[in-house]
């Protein structure tokens, strides 16, 4: 590592431990095909890269002390890829959700892992790795990873409607219940999940694309003109330093 690189990054992180710090971290990891293209190599290998990166950005939260991260790993718009690169895609997430359920890093830091979205439309091995990785980590309060799969951010709040109403059917609550506070507790996710504080957007692009419209009404939004795989802890440390920032001056 450039030693200008660390001197900064180390001024970085003292600067931003000294204020406020976001509790949950919203990332939409853009950009693992076109730098796997960068360099010239097949789509597949840049999810494996992005893969690691996601492994490597998780440690510099928990080292941070951010207790929420949730990351857009695949989206219902991606089922519209070619079927070659959806297989490869769902059996990296199986392995490596595997490997999650297994990894000292988890168990040790104590971290809930929930998996996010229409899991239902995932295959079978899919859901069996899922099921493995939540089931080893639910009784963790630590720290919350929520990865979202199958996911859409406007499918995920209809999804909350169709359970309320089906409430109401039922008798369990009345309509005149619902507020803003019950939808949220029907949302995918669990505790800290309803109100994103930072959304980080790797890639170039700048826009959300269905991810979490609820919880990020009120976040503040840092797009980064970086692929995923090149993303540096800098470039985290910039982004919470933006938030605080504008937390300040709100």
């Not at 971290?111 to 080893?136: C, D, F, M, Q, T």
């Not at 996710?189 to 959304?199: E, H, I, P, S």
Request: with cysteine; hydrophobic share 40%.
């Amino acid at each position: 590592m450039n030693p200008i690189y660390k001197l900064y990054e180390i001024k970085l992180t003292k600067e931003i431990k000294k204020k406020i710090l976001p509790k949950h971290i919203a990332i939409i990891m853009d950009g693992n095909r076109r730098f796997a293209r960068k360099i010239n190599l097949p789509a597949k290998i840049g999810h494996i890269f992005g893969s690691r990166k996601a492994e490597e950005v998780l440690e510099w939260c928990w080292d941070l002390g951010i207790e929420n991260v949730t990351v857009y790993a695949f989206s219902t718009e991606n089922f519209k890829r070619s079927e070659d690169e959806k297989e490869n895609i769902f059996n990296l997430v199986e392995k490596e959700l595997r490997r999650l359920a297994e990894d000292e890093r988890i168990h040790s830091n104590k971290v809930r892992v929930k998996i996010v979205g229409r899991k239902y439309l995932l295959p079978k091995s899919v859901l069996r790795a899922i099921e493995n990785v939540e089931e080893k980590t639910k009784n963790y309060k630590n720290y919350f990873l929520n990865i979202a799969l199958a996911y859409g951010g406007r499918q995920e709040i209809v999804d909350a409607i169709k359970n309320l109403l089906q409430k109401v059917k039922e008798g369990v609550i009345k309509a005149k219940e619902i507020n803003y506070k019950l939808i949220e507790q029907h949302l995918y996710g669990g505790q800290g999940y309803a109100k994103v504080d930072l959304v980080i957007r790797t890639g170039g692009e700048q826009r959300l694309s269905n991810f979490l419209p609820w919880q990020s009404a009120n976040s503040v939004v840092y797009f980064c003109d970086v692929y995923w795989p090149e993303f540096r802890k800098i470039d985290l440390l910039r982004a919470i330093r933006t938030w605080q920032y504008r937390m300040q001056n709100d």
